[in-house]
């Protein structure tokens, strides 16, 4: 039995799991502030779901993670002062188990593989991409998560889409981030006087500016994915986040009209905590 966890910018989500099942789950707030206020909440998430014959925390976490080591390498500002925060040592101390950990887009990934909508095409080269507040993704191939989890590999969120374009506070131009993230769509659904989370209904009711909205959006994704390929070829892509539930639930024959094979993530927020729990199982 194992507690896993995703932690994440904003919630810390949590789940008992056993036998690869789900069978109590949490969410609380990511505290803010310091690495003490992320780690008291981290702390409160796992006491509440630890239980007798636990042996392990499996840890899906933002960042990037050297996953032999379980350390994160590199925390995003929101995670307050994680950088070179040690995953096995906290866990070791503070509960006196073994714990593992894997950045949560591929953790993401490996959980659609192996339980979601990539467990019957496991021998092809698959991407996630993950639309939500911001863009991220990660890399399936020969079987396997790939490439190393501490480089910028699969940090589909900036590579470029727009030579020159929109600035990005990763200092460069024109990422793929600044154009397909939930915050940069909401933007542009304001400027053309239409409803930021509301646009997909509108063009599904057959509003014109909606549906050129529409239309937009799968031409900027039909962009990122052609420039993804180049880098990451796949064969399928998943696609996750917040935008992608939106367009799965209010147009999602939007899919069809892209030129690259494409599905909707089938676990959902809950991806990041299976994938969590197969990394421990050493089923990357
Ligand atoms: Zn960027």
Sequence with gaps: MKVCIDLGATNIKGARMEKGQIVVEACSPTGHGSREAVVASLTRAIEGLLAP????????????IDEARAVCTYATPNLEGFTGFDFVAYAWETF?????????????????MCDGAGKNIRDRRVIMLTLGSGVGGAYWTNGSLAGSPANDYARFGHYCLEEGGIPCNCGRRGCIEQYLSGRALNRMARERGLQPEGYLLQAKEGDRTACAMAADLVRLLDRALLVI???????????GGGVAEGIAQSLPSLLSELSFPAVFAALGNRAGLFGAYRFAEGKA
Excluded at 53 to 64: C, L, M, P, R, Y
Excluded at 99 to 112: K, M, P, S, V, Y
């Design 53 to 64: 014959g636990t042996d392990a925390i499996a840890i899906a976490s933002a960042g990037d």
């Design 96 to 112: 006196g188990l073994r714990c593992t950990a894997i950045n949560d887009a591929r953790a993401a990934l490996l959980g659609e």
């Design 229 to 239: 390929a180049n880098r990451c070829p796949f064969d399928v892509c998943i696609l």
